[in-house]
């Protein structure tokens, strides 16, 4: 089994970052069998080396190696490029075509950004995996083929399972082996020396001497966050070395090439979503909707509790904080505990009407008493709503109500409502 060392050596591989030796020690581990890799990491971190170095070291390295870049093939035809596709199978299929499942019978295939692959793709993939069997597009005809699978993604995959736009059950076939290459920023003893062999390559390349770095270029170099990480490293190097007459850069001409170099403090991003935020503006218009549907639902409880009861002390201390928010409590700073003034309650007072004559009455016998209903669309958001807020909270109803505006008891009668 040949060493880590002499692997970095025979692949071109810069760097003695613990995390980019274990990554290695796992590929020539794993190498030997037939196992399922996933290789994780950010855009530009050297993902396609991984397995390069697992195809060279197995029994396969005799056979076809293909990778396959999943992000770059349209949905229409990924199928037909992966498992091929019989003559007529579809407009423009004027011959029959292998697919790369076939041609690399016996050796392996590297699905890179396998993340991007649409669902039915999906399930095709979990069959090969499964039994090495797969159908051409248009045929009918089950073939077998023996090819080992490296797959790489950039994405965060549970993230994406989640989200349902990639299956469980694949993700648990394709990574058997997962390995991880850290980003740049958590290789800053590598950075360096990344640099300088992409400047001795560019130099050669040019024919002009090599540049260098001053010690305080290398430490601005060092502390920057590289979202491009290696790749954008490589390009960096590149336009010094062509851009600058001077072969010795300083920070402050390194300063304009680097991105965003003044303010260089990482964002401060959340994960999760606040609770309460909605993902579009027509959401937030529903949530609207439905709070003031709540307020009028208040209203008309209070307003037929006066009905019944008149507009008595006791009435207005039991609802009082249903008044106050109805009806507002004034001086906020002030007015905390007060009461309702004699003022505000006169708006709540019903007037006392006299009883209606029989000709009264007959005057309006046609009138028909008309249920006023909620319009379909604002009932399925607001069921659309309830879901989302369960959903964020793991279903607790306490906190699902606080966020919808509603108490737990009204809550749990809608969800009784809605059969959730």
């Known amino acids: ?211 260098r770095l001053e010690d305080d270029a290398v430490k601005l170099l060092q502390n920057h966050r590289w979202p491009g990480n290696i790749r954008q490293l490589r390009n960096i190097a590149e336009q010094i070395s062509v851009l600058e007459q001077k072969r010795s850069i300083s920070a402050v001409e390194l300063k304009e090439y680097l991105p ?19 993902s579009n503006e027509r959401e937030i218009l529903y949530k609207v909707l439905f709070d003031m549907k709540n307020d009028l639902n208040d209203l008309k409880k209070l307003t037929l509790k006066l009905m019944q009861e008149g507009n008595t002390q006791e009435v207005q201390d039991e609802n009082e904080s249903l008044i106050q928010k109805i009806y507002g409590n004034g001086d906020e700073e002030d007015t905390e505990a007060e009461t309702l003034t004699d003022e505000k309650l006169e708006v709540l007072q019903i007037p006392q009407k006299s009883p209606k004559t029989q000709a009264e009455k007959d005057k309006y016998y046609f009138a028909e008493e008309i249920e006023e209903e909620e319009p379909l669309s604002l009932q399925d958001k607001e069921l659309e709503l309830i879901k989302k807020s369960l959903e964020r909270h793991n279903g607790k109803r306490k906190a699902a109500a606080e966020e919808l505006g509603i108490s737990e008891r009204t809550l749990y009668r809608k969800i009784k409502q809605y059969n959730l």
């Open 260 to 278: 965003d170099s003044g303010s260089n403090l990482p964002a401060v991003i959340s994960e999760k979503k606040k609770e309460g935020d909605f």
């Open 1 to 211: 089994m040949e060493s880590v060392q002499a692997i970095k050596q025979r692949f071109g591989l810069i760097g003695n970052d613990p995390k980019l030796n274990r990554a290695i020690e796992k590929a020539i581990q794993v190498a030997p069998t037939d196992i399922s890799v996933l290789v994780t990491g950010e855009s530009g971190v050297g993902k396609e080396s991984i397995p390069k170095i697992i195809h060279s070291l197995s029994h396969r390295k005799h056979g076809k190696y293909i990778a396959v870049n999943c992000g770059a093939i349209p949905e229409g035809t990924i199928d037909s490029e992966l498992f091929g596709h019989e003559k007529g199978a579809f407009t423009g299929a004027t011959q029959t075509r292998s697919g790369y499942f076939e041609v690399a019978d016996g050796g392996t295939i590297f699905l890179d950004e396998v993340g991007e692959l649409p669902l039915p793709t999906q399930v095709r993939l979990l069959r090969v995996l499964e039994n090495g069997e797969f159908i051409k597009v248009g045929s009918s005809k089950v073939q077998k083929t023996n090819v080992r699978i490296v797959a790489a993604t950039n994405i965060d995959m549970f993230e994406s399972i989640k989200k349902e736009k990639f299956r469980e059950d694949l993700y648990y076939r394709l990574s058997t082996v997962d390995i991880h290459l850290p980003p740049l920023r958590e290789r800053k003893d590598d950075i360096h020396l990344l640099f300088r062999k992409f400047a001795a390559d560019f130099a050669t390349k040019y024919k002009m001497p090599t540049i």
